[in-house]
């Protein structure tokens, strides 16, 4: 038995040779595919590299954003450093923490709102990831024209796996919205010296009325795109997208009630002049958006400085006006490393998860 298996194996490997005699490529194909390409790891080393610049060249860019607004904010209260000398400012602490619960609502209800816009239109990402993306995209705001924030939301976004163009109609329509809502809260608080009252019931109900007739014009809009436009959502759920409406609304409410705050914690506001600030702080924000200016950087703060200075004199005014915006910046720049951290986290949860689920299928 031993004898005629030690037989076979010797006539297995004689075939064997023989059709290698007859074919010798095979062997060197079986030899040489053992063997990495170098051309090939040298590619995929290039690769990495060119990824890893990248990286480095968005971060530098954010940070560069970072820098040069807080440079132009310096500027302007050098510019006006002999103005800001004769300043009666208050410092209280309580309308100052006050303000900033306020304000960080305000910034969280931001990126809710437009995932929730995103999840209307058929999307699917996590709160936490879509907050990060917000955020990071965000800061291209205060370079001029603002096509930076655009451009790094869609991209973003795509790497998210979200459609770029549903990703693109989504932040004209928020900040269409976001729009409606200034211009809402401008018409029904600026005073009637700056604004007729007639100018100001038309402005306010005119906003409102297309605040609520929204979810049934983007439905529309969407049905028309849908066959013109390849990858648009042809339906819309209305209720999600109104959230999202809501969800916009509310982070104005929430931003108007942190401008009273601070007013009262920095240039001693009183009770009479809550509906001034609101108003001369929301005039300045429409003339932002329209302006073209980026993040409407100094045309915000000569509206709202021209409005408040019969109020509060022009010194005060100004100083508030940077104030203000200085402001804003510092938590805006808080939310997004706290938004930064909390997008990590939900992809190592999730990736975490992937992996445990993957090893309770192969047991």
């Known amino acids: 038995m031993v004898k005629e298996k030690g037989l076979i194996r010797v006539v297995q490997r004689s075939r064997k040779s023989r059709n290698t005699k007859k074919n010798p490529g095979i062997s060197r194909v079986s030899h040489e595919t053992s063997v990495p390409d170098p051309v090939t790891c040298q590619g ?32 302007v209260g050098r510019q006006h450093g002999e103005g800001l000398r004769s300043l009666d400012l208050s410092m209280n602490f309580k309308w100052i923490l006050a303000a900033a619960v306020a304000t960080t609502f305000a910034n969280f209800l931001l990126p809710l709102g437009w995932h929730r816009m995103i999840v209307s239109f058929g999307q699917k990402i996590a709160v936490g990831r879509a907050t990060r993306l917000w955020c990071l995209a965000q800061t291209g705001r205060y370079l001029p024209t603002g096509l930076v924030a655009i451009a790094s939301r869609i991209r973003l976004a795509s ?123 929301y005039a300045g924000v429409v003339a932002g958006m329209v302006g073209i200016t980026p993040a409407g950087l100094g045309v915000r703060e000569g509206v709202l400085t021209a409005i408040l200075a019969s109020k509060f004199g022009l010194t005060d005014a100004a100083a508030f006006a940077l104030i203000s915006r200085a402001w804003e910046f510092f938590f805006e720049m808080l939310f997004l490393a706290a938004a930064s951290w909390w997008g990590r986290k939900a992809r190592y949860l999730l990736k975490s998860d992937m992996d445990s689920g993957a090893t309770e299928g192969k047991l």
């Not at 990286?55 to 560069?64: F, P, T």
């Not at 809402?184 to 306010?204: E, Q």
């Not at 914690?265 to 002049?273: E, K, L, P, R, V």
């Open 159 to 281: 790497k998210e796996g979200l459609s770029k163009t549903v990703t693109a109609s989504s932040l004209a329509i928020e900040t269409l919205v976001l729009f409606l809502w200034a211009l809402f809260i401008c018409g029904l608080f600026i005073p009637s010296t700056t604004l007729p009252v007639a100018a100001r019931w038309i402005t306010s109900v005119g906003s409102i009325c297309a605040l609520v007739a929204a979810p049934w014009l983007v439905l529309t809009g969407s049905r028309y795109l849908s066959k013109t436009k390849v990858g648009f959502a042809s339906k819309v759920n209305r209720k999600v997208f109104s959230a999202a409406v809501g969800l916009l609304g509310s982070s104005v409410l929430a931003r108007a009630f942190g401008t009273v705050c601070l007013a009262f914690g920095f240039i001693n506001a009183d009770g009479t002049s809550v509906f001034l600030v609101i108003g001369a702080t």
């Open 44 to 75: 995929a080393t290039t690769l990495g590299i060119v990824r890893s610049w990248r990286q480095l060249a968005k971060v530098a860019l954010q940070w560069a954003v970072v820098i040069a607004t807080a440079v132009i904010l310096i500027r």
